[in-house]
């Protein structure tokens, strides 16, 4: 097929889609940075797209709180065409990183809502403050395209909301045995721990989780911000390897579609 092209939504307040942009187009696909309001004015361009992005940031000042803005934004005006990319018999592709990841959760485009809300959400870390650290994540792919071959990847989180929480603990249960939660807090040697390894006190260690199909992944670590080796800030310590890690994720979307 076409050299996969990728939509990567902004908002007032985005500030890692040139970072998106630039890591499709170094694994062979193309991105595309469009405006919520463009989106908003002509929804059927979405159909030109096989991967839409929400990228991280602080959209809309983070008003009312992380990614909610852009959420009622998306299910206001945008939930049609949002359902309909995802449900494309196509098989198409959605991903949200961190401030993308809260939108997309917001506006149950990985977990239902029910008549009371939200059944997951992401609020305030544990810790109180804001998190910037480096951090190391498991992956069980599952049928998530994104990571198939990924076993465990070191990758930068910055986020002051990356709790992500269940309504009831059976919600994250049934999660985890439906195999949705393809992404957990670990540390060097794969175990699980409290803080530093899991930074903000999400249940279960989740960093990150998929929606039914497998096809639609929010995480909140940033695959974006280690596209290039010397962008580790240790790489001068344990060696230069061939690329980031984070750069994996993309490189998985891109050939999802050159096989089919």
């Not at 005006?77 to 993308?100: H, M, Q, V």
């Not at 603990?169 to 699980?192: C, F, M, P, S, T």
């Amino acid at each position: 097929m076409a050299t996969p092209h990728a939509l990567i939504l902004r908002a007032p307040g985005t500030n890692c889609d040139h970072e998106v942009q630039t890591a499709f187009e170094m694994v062979g696909g193309r991105g595309t940075r469009l405006h919520l309001n463009a989106l908003r004015e002509n929804p059927k361009q979405l159909r030109d797209y096989q991967i839409l992005v929400l990228p991280g940031g602080f959209s809309y000042g983070d008003d009312i709180g992380a990614g909610k803005v852009q959420a009622l934004f998306m299910q206001h005006f945008l939930s049609d065409a949002l359902r309909a990319f995802r449900d494309d018999t196509n098989e198409k592709l959605i991903l949200g990183i961190c401030n993308g990841f809260q939108a997309m959760l917001k506006a149950g485009l990985l977990v239902p809502h029910d008549e009371d809300g939200p059944l997951a959400t992401l609020t305030n870390n544990d810790s109180g403050h804001y998190e910037d650290r480096w951090v190391h994540l498991q992956a069980t792919p599952g049928k998530c395209p994104f990571l198939k071959g990924v076993r465990q990847i070191h990758v930068p989180i910055g986020h002051g909301e990356g709790k992500f929480i269940t309504r009831k603990n059976w919600i994250a249960e049934g999660l985890a045995q439906a195999g949705q939660v393809v992404l957990r807090y670990v540390d060097a040697d794969g175990k699980r721990g409290g803080f530093p390894v899991n930074p903000n006190g999400s249940q279960d260690d989740i960093a990150g989780i998929c929606d039914v199909t497998g096809r639609a992944l929010g995480l909140m670590p940033h695959p974006d911000r280690h596209l290039f080796p010397t962008q580790h800030p240790q790489w001068t310590r344990h060696g230069l390897k061939p690329e980031g890690d984070g750069l994996q994720v993309f490189r998985n979307a891109v050939e999802f579609f050159k096989k089919t």
